[in-house]
């Protein structure tokens, strides 16, 4: 018998329970050995559940009790998760986390207390939800020089936009449905600014560099800002707008960036809609990969907490899961990246001239108001952008094509 | 060092070549050793080749070199690659091959051997090409009940039948064209016949069920009969034709067909186009997830080999690598399979009337010809569409509707 603990019984931690509760034999025939959950940490009661009884609200319970083997962390947050982590790999107990803001802060300093205390500390859950992203980067990519990782990796956002492209409903109109759905916290913030899905690329690009990437390295914009009048234009270039997030390695340092992007019809992320996520790999043997899967959810974020259990159960030490020094890596900076954009301008569509003149070259997409029209701008680098943004009378807004 | 052998300099073999010369710096990284070819077995003489003074005709001299850890198998064919492989693995060397042939007919005798001698054997390149799906399957999902698999798993004919939907050319055009550019053989029947998508979605079947699954037990049905008309029909449903491999688990067996389906917009298989491979997983806790990529080509599929090569290399067992046993699966009856059919039938169209009252439903498909029309009938068992078919004047083909 292979015995776990749960610290945080909400979603995940619920969803952990219900699945080593429903597919015992098979986590059985995987692992090699029964699965148990020993104890649940959390400060709140559950009178009537059947977990009722394995619940604690001492920290001391799961530490002190010998037969705990690895302990499953989806509280969420960073303290007092971080002081509880590096406590149990100190002592030598496996950690399973789906906790992206502790790995993204903290990630260097809990590797390193694995290492130190002969444990292993796994991380599946923390980005991309039930996609294997993480144990793809790190045991199955690994004859490739990664120059790019792309994706869209918050399914919240990801169902406003796909509310705001199909439904033709505002901003507002499409986070309200969020909430009633589940899909939203009640303070959207981490969610529509882009900073979920911006320690999400900063722990894929911590693992490919080895480094620590931090959200703060992230260049992001939330999507707040978009109108129904963002998504007639992407109708008209077939194209749809998607908060992806990217991540481009170049001499041994990354650009990452976390923005509303209009997609290509031809791009592999242009049909992933709702709260799917999905995150393609482009190495320079195997081209481009992509993993598609819910990003959310209880059970399919609590499936790959246990693909993690299962594997400190069969005794796999997580070799590249070695993750990342605390180095801080080398952030390129952003105003070299080099791409399209979207812009939109006011005035008569006969000033489109004018662009072409400043932007040398590009195209004008056709107006939706009288009082404006829209300008695809050649490839161009955010430096070039800016600069000639500058020059530009009427300018309302932009958004890169990816 | 760790040091490999190579049989078959074709395709993949010279691929892998490539790789450890091109990214020898990654591939330490990930296996915590350098990787060194030692050896190269193929029949042939490469003149000039940077590996010539590899190469030779003898495959004792793999077999009786100690320096040798792990032999990576690329000939293809189950003979000499079986007797070669079972011989090595005997001998306690790993074996990594992407021969799915030997793989769908000998791996439980090849797992066995590898038990017996000590040894791993891996085949990660033997189903999806660049895509990691038996990684995937093996490690990542690893808590749920898999109840279906699905995919594009040959390229040949996904390049074939994205020619006859786009192109509008004739099944003999795209096929010219496919062997002018290398992505079909000289005798194309493995693929245009679904044999070699039989072949890998049985390797998946056994992997996920633990017992062996042949081709001989996937209903096999080819695009050879496929016409301009078909495609006609698909573009008036909003659907492409794929040749789609499929197997459904239930009761502890599995159902396995590949033959060609009507897929709908809706389905993630819709957009998979060319060269491009995809299988989706259906899990009860994960849901459907999704991997997409190059199935095929010299460096995708070597990318996956190396994967095996680094895995091996860092000491990592392959534990639900493990495989499957010689026992034969429970195959459920084809003729249980339920679905939807895409019928052509003869005559005016005011014979659906008929079909409607013969299928209990369904509905008609606007006529490309005069002479005939389309009909899509309810979902139905496979016995249900026989029985009733066999009513029908003028039934002249059906797809599948996936």
Redesign the interface.
Known sequence: MYQIAIMGFGTIGS?VYD?VA??AD??K????QEIGIRRILDLREFPGHPAEQLLTHSFEDILNDPEISLVVETMGGVEPAFTFEKQLLLAGRHVVTSNKELVEKKGAELFEAARAGGAHFYY?ASVGG???II??LS???????IDEISGILNGTTNYILTQMTSGGVSYEEALVSALALGYAEKDPTADVEGLDAGRKIAILASMVL?EAVHLEDVTTEGITGLTSTDFSYARELNMSIKLVADARFEDGGVRAIVAPAMVPVSN?LY?VSDVLNAVTVH????????????GA?S??T???V??D???AA?G??P??HGGWSGVHARILDPLEAVHANFIRVSGSIDGVYELIRIFGGGSPVSAKKKEEFGFVTPVMSEAEFREKTAQLDGFIKRIRVK
């Not at 025939?29 to 090699?32: A, E, I, L, P």
């Not at 190495?283 to 819910?294: A, H, K």
């Open positions: 969803g699945i429903a597919n098979i986590l025939q995987k692992s090699g599946e039930g996609i294997p144990r793809n045991d199955c990519i690994v004859a490739d020089r080895g592999a049909e190495g320079d043997m195997v081209d481009t990969l992509m993993f598609y899967g819910r959810g059970h399919a609590a499936s790959a246990l693909a259990v299962v594997c069969r796999v030490s070799a590249c």
